[in-house]
């Protein structure tokens, strides 16, 4: 006779069996199409794995081939989307912030955010944490505060850690202190060198502030666009200097602080992977760094693959490329950012992607003058208490929701008109994000384990399928 109790347990082992199976079978699909009928929506028809054959291109998913870890996707908070953000009622703030880095429904689940340290040029004006009239210094950072950021970056920030408190913050400065500076200008100048190591500890007080504030900062990288000091706020630092900073001055500061935050070389454009490479191939500044970060406003994103092979035990980051879209647009280019960013920069080792920038009103403010963004649209379009999406959301949001940090890169080839990558979650889940390029509608396999599926995807469209 059988007894009741090991027949639920078989029953209980034969249904979760059975689901388990069934998972195996069938992937869901969210998708945005180019005519906006559909904009990061789940569809409703699984699709199902089968052994049946065709002649379609085929994408071959090999989970067994692994590369980098991801540690997020997202987006920079500059000063001007932090004060939106903060002026919105609290009911209104809370419905955004939780869209945005929440993981339910269609909540979009950002990971990653970038900071300014000081102002940006998207800021309403320009700042540093330790301002002084010319003529003046601080060497010991005594004076040091974190100032407007206090207003309005550090107040969301907390709301956006209350929601996902393992977010990733990788910080970065647009100028040092004016008295610092080769010309007491926030445009352009260099750093003086005598005053190496007191910005060695404006970043170390920076860290250790943030951090009284409940922040952690993952990562800071040396200089935003260390090759333009056009903006307003800029710096011009070569890579010598840079190098010389980090061994001579940050890296043994952190390490007397016990500060485990990373340290990030570069930040700018592809065009220039010398830059970053020269750098870590000082062994007195590479033991101290943790990578390098890029921008995509020159050069071609393989050369992130060059500083990779270059350096393979160093991490590869991208820090920001602006994404926009005409306010009216009756359709998305949406197969473009995900092509170049959400696929390029990650199927080149990068660990993350951020787009610039998070939010501004819909004149596009705020910026600074001489040298601000006025064409910097923000993912969120805000006004008053109302918000609209636009394409940098949608971009970021067919990887950020479902490949999630702890996720690995894995091998999936490319086809000419169906550019895609792969990644396996922490959870065994596998995601594949799928753009077509081409002019017509397209039916392709996706290959996993033996088993195919078959998928249909429109011209402009851009796909993201889990299973």
Known sequence: MIKPQFFILSLTIFICFSFDALAQKNATVWLTKADR???????????????????FPTILIDDKQQYQTIDGFGFALTGGSAQ???????PARAAL???LFGTNGEQIGVSYIRLS?????????????????????????????????????IPVMKEILSINPKLKIMSSPWSPPLWMKTAYDARGGMLKPEYYSAYAKYFVRYVEEMKKQGITIDAITIQNEPLHPGNNPSLLM????????IKNHLGPAFEKANIKTKIV???HNADRPDYPISILNDPEANKYIDGAAFHLYGGKIEALSDVHEAHPDKHIYFSEQMVVEPADSKTINIINPVRRLIIGATRNWSRNVLEWNLAADPENKPYTDRGGCSMCQGAITIDKDQYSKNLAFYSIAHASKFVRPGAVRIASNALPELPNVAFKTDKGQQVLIVANTGKNKVSFNISHQNKVLVANLDSGSVATYIW
Do not use: R
């Open 97 to 99: 912030l939780n869209e």
């Open 238 to 245: 070569v890579a010598p200097d840079q190098a010389n900073f």
């Open 117 to 153: 340290m000081g102002a940006s040029d998207l800021n309403e004006k320009v700042f540093s944490y330790n301002d002084l009239p010319e003529g003046e210094t601080d060497l010991e950072q005594a004076k040091f505060d974190l100032g407007d950021d206090k207003k309005d970056v």
């Open 265 to 267: 070389v570069y930040d």
């Open 84 to 90: 939106h953000i903060v002026k919105m009622s609290a």
């Open 37 to 55: 009928s559909s904009l990061f929506k789940k569809q409703d028809i699984p699709l199902i794995f089968t052994t049946e054959k065709n002649s």
